[in-house]
């Protein structure tokens, strides 16, 4: 039988400004009547931070190295398909999610009424149980912090 991996823990933060004229995707799921983020992608936070956490927690680099802004082929691409993607490396390094642990900084839009659906979507993504899913958010209270944007932090545990 092989020898079980220690657990690993890995750190991601992303943060977008607003852009008009965008749709709004956080954790995969669209939020219709909010103005979207700017980025190379679709600028999904909450999938980005989450990606670089499994990728630190794995010692495989970061989002950018991975997906650069120069690369065109991944212009415009998802968040749930760039996280998708980071899965794919993370099986192929051997290595398996377990759980994640996501904040969200931002003035709106309000996340508690989607909490459901976007740990059901990272669950899915990440193919683990929804209990391994916990996302939360914060106001930066006129700190300046995500007062433009969105910004988020998330925590993620491989093994």
């Known amino acids: ?70 690369d065109t082929a991944t212009e415009g691409i998802s968040g749930s398909a760039l996280l998708g993607r980071v899965v794919e490396l993370l099986d192929r390094a051997g290595f398996t999610p377990s759980s994640c642990d996501v904040t969200v900084v931002a003035d709106r839009p309000a996340i508690a009424p989607r909490r459901q659906e976007i740990r059901s979507r990272l669950a899915e993504i990440l193919a683990i149980p929804i209990d391994g899913i916990s996302v939360k958010a914060t106001r930066p209270e006129g700190l300046g912090l995500a007062g433009d944007g969105i910004g988020c932090l998330a925590v993620a545990v491989v093994a």
Request: negative net charge; hydrophobic residues 40%.
């Open 1 to 70: 039988m092989p020898e079980a991996r220690v657990p690993r823990t890995g750190l991601g933060f992303d943060v977008h400004r607003f852009a008009t004229g965008r749709e709004l995707w956080l954790g995969g799921v669209r939020f219709e009547g909010e103005d979207g983020l700017m980025g190379h992608s679709d600028g999904d936070t909450i999938c980005h931070a989450v990606a670089d956490a499994l990728l630190g927690a794995s010692a495989l680099g970061d989002v950018g190295e991975h997906f650069p802004e120069s």
